[in-house]
């Protein structure tokens, strides 16, 4: 279903700009600027740090790949961390050899933010379960307890201590709290040792899409169900599980990620904030006693009818597509229910295999690795917008790079672990502008934004079409002789600049599907302040 992209611009600026009432609160929502630098995550896993052939050292080469990007979503299966119930490894994890303390260290030094996604349960939980309901991805409790209390929940609170405790900021956890499997592996292996206050993890996500509807009742959780599980993992329901329990517990500053929703409905969250409500009771301000900190959906741009993926068969451009009016509805709903909590996207993206419903197309003269690149850029410039504080793009490498199924061919680096095009218009993006906030839509068709950073305007123009569409806009700089012109370059380490004078401080730009930055100065990698 395609939407007007001029409908949902003025919806945005009614949300951001208007008195109109919105039901409990008439104010507009809180607008917290959020950097470019923001929108360029991906996700990834800790192979694509380090070589399974040697997995406690860090590889050179995958490193280049991972530094395309400014955040990492983890996908972190707890089994690495909790082999056995109750002994924790980091360095080395005993299921593979990992070391997430070098990985993590290394993103911390380069201003990557980690997203750790604890997700999938260790054996030893899912071997509670009868033979024929055994999945990884069932809800993470022993089989035959009770979704809707969060004691079921306990053994991943404590993980989440265990691991808040060790990544966070807070160095005066009590040490006979944690545990770690002291034994060797073999002879000579290295062997885990308590650490704390390493202070390189902010986020921690609670599991992955909770509302997984395709994997019936053993994997699907409703709404009021995963509140009672975020209620245990976030401060052990309230420090009602004993000590050990919890992230909070560890370090009240680590932030609780809500899981992305696969569904993205607003009626779930609705669904975890009533349950919030009821068996937290309100904070002294009034506010319901949340137990998370970020509101988290995923969503692909495409044609399908519902989110089920109906009658889907391409994936659209993002301005096509509904991502404005999901995105527009989540943060009225958080601002309307969670305090202007902010809100997340941690997958989106496209296919380059073109059996897949969610492919990127061929659009007039460019491939469709040259359309995924366009999109990909243009959907993080859409949610920067829209006023969405962080997005991660799924994913750093193919599932299976000859399979036409959906989601498998959707990555952003090559093979031999060079940049598609993809991931160098969001490395080249970030370079130039990571730093720059946005301030204002001047116009909608062509799309022309405006940023700032420290008192300097970037301009960023885009046609919000995919037809090979291009037209002619008039920009107006002020009073500037000379204006600078930048464009996202496929398989580049920069992007294409030209120098071109202005009359009477206005420029005539021709805008394609591909975005174009434009400035009164030369824009250089010191210009965002690295």
């Keep these: 279903m395609k939407i007007s992209l001029c409908t949902s611009l003025l919806v945005l600026i009614c949300l951001t700009g208007c008195s109109q009432v919105n039901h409990q609160n008439s104010n507009p929502p809180i607008r917290t600027a959020a950097p470019l630098k923001n929108f360029f995550g991906v996700n990834a896993f800790e192979w694509d740090f380090e070589d399974p052939a040697n997995a406690m050292q860090l590889d050179s080469t995958r490193l280049v790949a991972i530094s395309s990007f400014t955040g990492v979503r983890h996908y972190m299966d707890w089994e690495k961390l909790e082999p056995t119930e109750g002994h924790y490894t980091y360095s080395p994890v005993h ?9 993590y260290q290394w993103c911390r030094a380069r201003h990557i933010d980690v997203l750790p996604c604890l997700k999938a349960l260790p054996p030893w939980m899912e071997d509670t379960y009868p033979k024929d309901q055994q999945d990884n991805e069932n809800i993470p409790m022993r089989y035959g307890k009770d979704p809707s209390d969060p004691a079921s929940y306990i053994e991943q609170a404590r993980m989440g201590f265990q691991y808040a405790a060790r990544y966070g900021d807070n160095k005066k956890v009590d040490h006979g709290l ?6 060797p592996r073999w002879t000579n292996d290295p062997v885990n040792q308590i650490r704390v206050g390493l202070g390189t993890i902010h986020y921690i996500e609670c599991d992955n899409e909770r509302d997984k509807w395709w994997k019936g009742a053993k994997a699907y959780q409703t709404g009021r169900q995963y509140a009672a599980n975020l209620s245990a993992f976030y401060d052990g329901n309230k420090n009602k599980m004993g000590p050990g329990a919890g992230v909070k517990n560890a370090d009240p500053s680590m932030k609780v990620v809500m899981a992305g929703l696969a569904n993205p409905s607003t009626d779930y969250v609705k669904g975890m904030i009533d349950w919030s409500k009821e068996h937290r009771g309100l904070k002294p301000d009034g506010s319901v006693d949340l137990p998370w900190d970020v509101i988290n959906y995923h969503y692909y741009s495409n044609n399908a009818v519902d989110y089920t993926g109906k009658d ?3 994936g659209v451009a993002p301005e096509m ?25 941690t997958e989106t993206g496209y296919d380059l ?17 040259e359309t995924q690149a366009d999109w990909i850029l243009r959907t993080g410039l859409l ?6 504080q962080k997005v991660f793009f799924y994913e750093l490498n193919d599932d299976n790079a000859e399979n036409g199924a959906k989601f498998a061919t959707s990555g952003l680096i090559n093979k031999n672990r060079t940049r598609r095009p993809a991931a160098s218009f969001l490395y080249q993006t970030n370079k130039l502008f990571g730093e720059y906030t946005y301030v204002t839509t001047i116009n909608t068709n062509p799309i022309v934004d405006s940023y700032t950073y420290h008192g300097q305007a970037m301009y960023m123009l885009v046609s919000p079409t995919q037809t090979a569409k291009t037209t002619t806009y008039s920009l107006n700089l002020g009073n500037v002789g000379t204006a600078f012109i930048y464009h996202p370059t496929p398989r580049s380490d920069n992007m294409a600049a030209e120098k071109r004078a202005t009359r009477n401080g206005k420029i005539e730009i021709t805008v394609s599907e591909t975005p174009v930055f434009i400035t009164a100065f030369e824009a250089t990698k010191n210009s965002t302040g690295k």
């Design 353 to 369: 295999n073109q059996q897949s419903p969610q492919k990127a197309i061929a659009i007039g003269n460019k491939t469709v690795e």
């Design 178 to 183: 944690l545990h770690v499997d002291t034994l």
């Design 95 to 103: 299921n593979g050899g990992w070391n997430y303390d070098t990985i």
């Design 312 to 314: 889907q068969s391409t």
């Design 321 to 345: 597509s509904k991502a404005a009016d999901i995105a527009i509805e989540f943060i009225r709903f958080a601002h309307q229910y969670a305090g202007d909590m902010p809100v997340w996207i």
């Design 383 to 388: 949610y920067s917008r829209l006023g969405i």
